[in-house]
């Protein structure tokens, strides 16, 4: 069974330099926007972009979605349901 996940991150400024944290849903699925997680704890970041990421085979494959959260939320559960028909 190959791996049909599909992930959400932002690409973020961090005192270490950019780095891709996950984003965060809220119980009711949606995401909240500019929320992300940062070593263990949700932080607003308003900069930076989002970006799908899934694997395909054993690469690892990152396509940017842009910078609103609800468009980014849209773009994955697409990339998610085409990779279910495959």
Known sequence: MANRTVHLSKLIQ????????????A???RVRP???????????????AYYIS???????????VGKDAQDAAFQRSRKQATRRQN
């Open 14 to 25: 961090t005192p270490k330099g950019p780095r891709y944290c996950p984003a965060v849903m």
């Open 27 to 29: 119980a009711n699925g």
């Open 34 to 48: 500019d929320v992300v997680i940062v070593s263990g704890q949700e932080e607003r970041h308003s900069e930076g």
């Open 54 to 64: 899934w694997y395909e085979g054993k690469k690892l494959v990152r396509k940017s």
